[in-house]
């Protein structure tokens, strides 16, 4: 968050922008990601009519849905990084983990062809598709502290056209595949699984092998997990499973979105969880919801109302955003200290403990 204040665009009392913030001479730009829905009936019919008049009955329900992602659009107008679907299980499906990161690349593909001279950060909500790992990434929660031959990762099954392919129940189709691998403190890959040739190869090694590995003994610890894996507060070693838990290979997992945009050298940062108010285009839909209420045809109403919101608009609502931010360190401080005149040196720490940096 604190970048995210650093590389705001702020503007002075007449309304025009002040110098942009920049790092190693490349001014930072910030682009916010956000999605919104419209429906079909979403429209408010308020009018008189006689007693005996033949009036048209309106449909029941919501009616046929879009959903839109995005706003980028080259200085042509002809590349753009929206995508407009109609959400549901028999129709175009919905927005998964794998259409954000095609969505994010294709939005790096604009910014790295029209704007190559800045440096940018994409900001995402807490979505649990923008969070995504990729499939076999390490995970401690389920492991068996030995052997096994039934332990494998989770990922879900794709069709020949990339799409989610869904059971009979409506949920997800899952595949196993192996977890990992992980990283030696020199580099080397760790296996999770016995080699060919060993006598139970093909088999998940367990925790206490893997931690041997790293040269971790824990012939001496009691229990493989503590209690619903509930340890006491600041524990590291009360059970096999929290000592490879806090191992670095299973903290600083990266999810598909950041992996993707570090590797094209673009930041990501994600707001915090229950604070939608924080994403200025939350507000931006607010306005364009009112011109889809002022025409007639969904799709034609759909794409009027996507530009209506001018880019003053838009200043406006980020300075209300930066202000909002604001609002919730001034109501987390008055909480936290009861005087008014001095902050403790250790404020920024006791913020980022608090998750609000």
């Not at 994403?279 to 364009?288: A, D, S, T, Y």
């Amino acid at each position: 968050m604190q970048l995210l204040l650093l590389c705001s665009m702020t503007f002075n009392p007449e309304g025009l922008p002040l110098p942009l913030t920049s790092i190693n001479g490349r001014h930072i730009i910030i682009w916010y990601h956000n999605e919104t829905i419209f429906y079909a009936h979403d429209r408010h019919h308020k009018t008189w009519h006689h007693k005996d008049s033949n009036l048209k009955l309106n449909a029941k329900g919501k009616g046929y849905t879009y959903d839109y992602f995005g706003f980028l659009v080259s200085p042509d107008g002809e590349d753009r990084a929206c995508r407009i679907f109609k959400p549901g299980k028999n129709k175009d499906g919905y927005f998964t983990a794998e259409d954000i990161r095609a969505q994010a690349n294709h939005a790096m593909d604009i910014l790295t062809r029209w704007w190559p001279e800045y440096e940018y950060v994409f900001i995402y909500d807490n979505a649990t598709t923008h969070l995504k790992w990729p499939d076999g990434s390490l995970s401690a929660r389920k492991m068996p502290r030995g052997p096994s031959n039934t332990f494998f990762a989770e990922a879900t099954e794709f069709d020949a056209n990339r799409r989610p392919v869904y059971q009979s129940d409506g949920k997800l189709s899952k595949v196993k595949i192996r977890m990992g691998p992980a990283q030696f403190a020199n580099g080397d890959s760790q296996d999770f699984y016995f080699p060919d040739g060993h006598s139970l190869a093909g088999l998940f090694k367990g925790m206490d092998i893997i931690l041997q590995e790293h040269g971790i003994d824990t012939s001496n610890i009691k229990h493989a997990t503590c209690k619903n894996f509930r340890c006491h507060a600041h524990a590291t070693d009360c059970c096999v499973r929290r000592i490879l838990f806090n191992q670095r290979d299973f903290v600083d997992v990266d999810s598909i979105l950041e992996t993707q945009c570090k590797e094209r050298g673009f930041s990501v940062a994600f707001l915090p969880k229950f604070h939608c108010e924080l994403n200025p285009i939350e507000q931006c839909w607010g306005g364009k919801m009112i011109c889809t209420k002022m025409l007639s045809s969904l799709l034609t109403r759909f794409h009027s109302s996507l530009f209506a919101v001018s880019h003053y608009s838009c200043k406006d609502l980020q300075l209300e955003h930066i202000a909002s931010w604001m609002l919730m360190l001034e109501a987390w401080a008055s909480r936290k200290y009861r005087g008014h005149r001095v902050l403790p040196e250790g404020i920024m720490n006791e913020l980022l403990d608090a998750d609000i940096s």
